[in-house]
């Protein structure tokens, strides 16, 4: 990580699903680097002098708004905006239920919208403000028993590119990360055999071993530094290879 700078410290960051995982990753590597940094969560993560929080429930509209409008009023303005807060699912599109696609598309996807939407007219009142959304390596590999989530995550990255469009005219950046296998505390809780899920999904990933959150944090902060003025639009595979390689050992 990069020394704080003076344009650091000056800048404020919004990270939904902050509470934990690569969310609070994002957060922590924001704050380290200077920032002032808002957590956006159902519940707070732990207990730092570096990270403030906001209750902020991204599947309502009306927790969404108030959470924007108390940001608003305690700093005026915001720099960069992480949508990372996100729920999976297993199964197939023959499993899966109505409401289960309700359920993850509410989170997912609208959640993405309802942040975007209540935090642009703070974004217009930023210095090099940017959106970084939080896609999957699903969103372009198929992967077997993911459908409802691979098909969320494929909204987010057309999401993404639509926003960078719409965007682009008032100098607002709009990028994404494409996580591959990340090692979290929820890593293989939605299948039947978690232990199981985790050491398949390691095998599958051609360098061995799952993604750091840290490392995916890391992605999210050069995504949004206001060096990379020129980048927008753009999807970051930051997968293990998982999206273009193919892993012979478990092939």
């Known amino acids: 990580m990069s020394a704080p700078t003076s344009s650091d410290a000056g800048r404020i960051v919004a990270v939904t699903g902050a509470g934990?995982?690569?969310?609070?990753?994002t957060a922590s590597a924001f704050a380290a680097a200077g920032m002032t940094v808002v957590g956006l969560d159902l519940r707070e993560g732990p207990p730092t002098e570096r990270i403030g929080w906001i209750p902020c429930d991204v599947a309502d509209d009306a927790s969404v708004s108030a959470a924007f409008a108390a940001l608003g009023?305690?700093?005026?303005?915001l720099d960069?905006?992480?949508?990372?807060?996100?729920?999976?699912?297993?199964g197939s599109v023959e499993t899966?239920?109505?409401?289960?696609?309700?359920q993850v598309f509410g989170v997912n996807v609208f959640g993405v919208a309802r942040v975007s939407r209540h935090s642009i007219p703070l974004l217009r009142l930023g210095h090099s403000a940017t959106i970084v959304n939080v896609a999957s390596s699903v969103a372009v590999a198929?992967?077997?028993?993911?459908?409802?989530?691979?098909?969320?995550k494929g909204a987010v990255a057309a999401l993404t590119r639509a926003m960078a469009a719409d965007l682009v005219a008032e100098g607002i950046r709009?990028?994404?990360?494409?996580p591959g296998a990340v090692h979290t505390a929820v890593t293989g809780r939605y299948d039947a055999d978690p232990d199981a899920a985790r050491q398949l999904l390691t095998a599958r990933m051609p360098l061995g071993h799952l993604i750091g959150a840290d490392e995916i944090a890391r992605?999210?902060?050069y995504?949004?530094?206001p060096a990379n003025r020129s980048l927008t639009g753009a999807e970051f595979r930051y997968d293990g290879g998982i999206t273009e390689l193919v892993n012979f050992g478990t092939a």
């Open 219 to 221: 992605a999210i902060v």
């Open 96 to 102: 899966a239920t109505d409401d289960d696609w309700l």
């Open 142 to 152: 198929g992967t077997p028993l993911r459908a409802v989530y691979s098909a969320s």
């Open 80 to 90: 960069v905006v992480v949508n990372n807060a996100g729920i999976g699912a297993r």
């Open 20 to 25: 934990s995982g690569i969310g609070l990753a």
């Open 223 to 225: 995504l949004a530094d």
């Open 174 to 178: 709009v990028n994404a990360v494409y």
């Open 73 to 77: 009023d305690a700093y005026g303005k």
